[in-house]
């Protein structure tokens, strides 16, 4: 069985460590309100390939999550559905799976935990992604198999897209960084001042009936 509580053979126990708590009893500790929704069927599509491998929060002032709520949510799917026991949680006598929290963290005020809340589920995505090593990564998987994208979060679609802009091997220049040093094209430009407006329309015919491009300009 894992360790539910903190080692007590160091003098002095660490501030956090990993606790295994029952399905069932960690769906009552959920945050009271938490604006992060979340695509279950690929989240469990990546617990069913990866395991458990990213570990909720528990605030240890409120007693509630302020992190994980997705991967719980999914786990209790796929033990709801009879799925295979994912790979890092465990099971206690009466068959409930157990899922591992992160247990230590204990923050100022309730404010404070709902902020962290909305920070671990934005800061990840905040940065973006760089699209031309994301394309090479997700060529390679499918290159194996086109399963292989199957619970990284992207599909065929996605993939044909960034393949499309940034081509098979992913090393297509974006568009703000392509050099234009070598692609300027010169023009060369005269300036005709008019007598009045019925001389300016007359040589604008008479330069248009030679294919000539010119333009209109008042000043």
Not at 55 to 79: F, I, K, T
Not at 166 to 180: H, K, L, Q, Y
Request: overall charge negative.
């Amino acid at each position: 069985m894992p360790p539910t509580s903190p080692p007590t053979d160091q003098p002095t126990p660490p501030s956090l460590w990993i606790e295994w708590i029952p399905i069932s009893v960690a769906l009552g500790k959920q945050a009271r309100e938490n604006p992060k929704e979340h695509d279950l069927s690929s989240i469990k599509d990546s617990i069913e390939r990866f395991g458990y491998a990213e570990l909720g929060v528990l605030d240890e002032a409120s007693g509630r999550m302020v992190s994980g709520h997705g991967r719980l949510e999914a786990l209790a799917e796929l033990q709801d559905e009879g799925a295979e026991r994912p790979d890092s949680i465990s099971v206690n006598g009466d068959g409930e799976w157990l899922i591992p929290f992160i247990r230590g963290k204990s923050f100022a005020n309730e404010n404070e935990a709902r902020a962290f809340l909305v920070a671990s589920n934005q800061l990840t995505t905040k940065g973006g992604w760089n699209e031309a090593a994301l394309t090479r990564i997700l060529k390679e998987q499918a290159d194996r198999g086109i399963e292989n994208l199957k619970g990284t979060g992207f599909d065929q679609k996605s993939l044909a897209g960034l393949l499309k802009k940034w081509g098979a091997d992913g090393t297509n220049e974006e568009p703000s960084r392509v050099d234009f040093s070598e692609k300027v094209i010169e023009q060369w430009m005269v300036v005709i001042t008019c007598d009045g407006e019925h001389h300016q329309k007359e040589l604008l015919d008479r330069f248009q009936s030679e294919g000539l491009s010119v333009k209109a300009l008042v000043s």
